[in-house]
Nanobody
């Protein structure tokens, strides 16, 4: 199994910054895509925030382009989300998703963390 643990959430004022981290561990052979999603109160499904492939290709939701930056450290199986110019509408639980292949398996699977709360409020 692949374990995914997020950290770095908290309360921040509008216009402020936060950096989220997500570390994957366990029976990992290779990690392909790592991504951040968020689920706001009342929403039934999480929405994509940003993803990054193993060779560094990134994809962002339009709502965060120019404000958020995703990066990863392949040596640590860790992905980061640097968030700047935060707005109240960024308030959500931020969830990390890891697309990986486990040792002694053939296929890929996606694992989710428990999430970290980000609250943007004055």
């Amino acid at each position: 199994q692949v374990q995914v643990v997020e950290s770095g959430g908290g309360l921040v004022q509008p216009g402020g910054s936060l950096r989220l981290s997500c570390a994957a561990s366990g029976n990992i052979f290779s990690i392909y895509v790592m991504g951040w999603y968020r689920q706001a109160p009342g929403e039934q499904q999480p929405e994509l925030v940003a993803t990054i492939t193993s060779d560094g290709n990134t994809n962002y939701a339009d709502s965060v382009k120019g404000r958020f930056t995703i990066s990863r450290d392949n040596t640590k199986n860790t992905v980061y989300l640097q968030m700047t110019s935060l707005k109240s509408e960024d308030t959500a639980v931020y969830l990390c998703n890891v697309d990986a292949r486990e040792i002694a398996t053939i296929g890929r699977s996606r694992s989710w963390g428990q999430g970290t709360q980000v609250t943007v409020s004055s």
